[in-house]
């Protein structure tokens, strides 16, 4: 069909049914172009599955929708049984980009202030987190990488239920708690807790046991006994203010 001028193509209907706005080579059934991209120059193919519209440019390309400042706009995703069973809206109303599922039911909110909300509508008071998760009856985070793996058994886990908030490590790697930047306590695989560095490794001491690592000394248990004093060839002091009372030396004196 001549377009808008003297030897100027506007617009063209394929006899496959496809048509080109600015475009001699529709690479679906419908293609607006504003200059080529480079991809695939005269050939037709090579689009995403299923895709049956294109946008084409040869700088910064974007599809435009415009409502009132009280109103939505919808990307919509339907099946067989409902039109709407899933979509992507704005909220004008709420200045908010909100992400529907399984029937239109509201699961992620990004708030005008950059909050995040999943499973729930994030709170905007001053008090307000960043991301804030609602999952019901229990809300859990998991955390993965690619050396343990990202089964249901590895990881990091964060939540808590109605009795009872949870920090679990799935593997058998120490927890470590940093302030300042600086190591302050860690949870040994085995339980031994230790304060004051790294140095306290599984097998220095009994597990379960709870040392300052640096001097490996604090409470110690052979999983029968409790024991006080040190793991390591230091005297162990008792002080009372701050003024040593006793001295064991390691010789036992």
Do not use: C
Not at 100 to 105: C, F, R
Not at 112 to 121: E, F, Q, T
Not at 162 to 187: D, M, W
Not at 241 to 252: C, D, E, L
Request: overall charge neutral; glycine content about 16%; proline content about 3%.
């Amino acid at each position: 069909h001549p377009g808008f001028g003297a030897g100027t193509l506007g617009m063209i209907i394929k006899h496959d049914g496809n048509v080109g706005i600015n475009s001699t080579i529709p690479r679906s059934k419908l293609h607006v172009a504003s200059g080529t991209s480079g991809y695939n120059t005269g050939n037709p193919t090579g689009l995403g599955a299923g895709a049956i519209a294109s946008i084409e440019s040869n700088g910064t390309v974007g599809l435009q929708f415009l409502s009132g400042n009280s109103h939505n706009n919808y990307i919509y995703f339907g099946d067989t049984n409902s039109a709407t069973t899933g979509s992507i809206q704005y909220s004008h109303g709420a200045n908010a980009l909100i992400f529907n599922v399984n029937g239109g039911t509201e699961r992620l909110r990004i708030t005008s202030d950059g909050r995040i909300g999943i499973g729930m509508v994030p709170h905007t008071s001053s008090t307000g987190y960043a991301l804030q998760i609602d999952g019901g009856a229990s809300s859990f985070i998991q955390i993965f990488n690619d050396t343990t793996g990202n089964t249901l058994s590895d990881g990091l886990v964060i939540g808590n239920d109605a009795s009872t908030a949870y920090f679990v490590n799935k593997e058998n790697t120490p927890l470590v708690f940093r302030t300042n930047n600086t190591e302050r306590l860690r949870i040994l695989a085995d339980g031994t807790i230790a304060t004051g560095g790294a140095s306290a490794t599984p097998g220095t001491v009994a597990a379960g046991s709870f040392v300052q690592a640096a001097a490996n000394a604090g409470f110690f248990s052979n999983g029968i006994d409790g024991k006080f004093g040190t793991a390591s060839n230091h005297p162990l002091y008792l002080q009372v203010n701050g003024i040593t009372k006793a001295t064991v030396t390691a010789g036992g004196a």
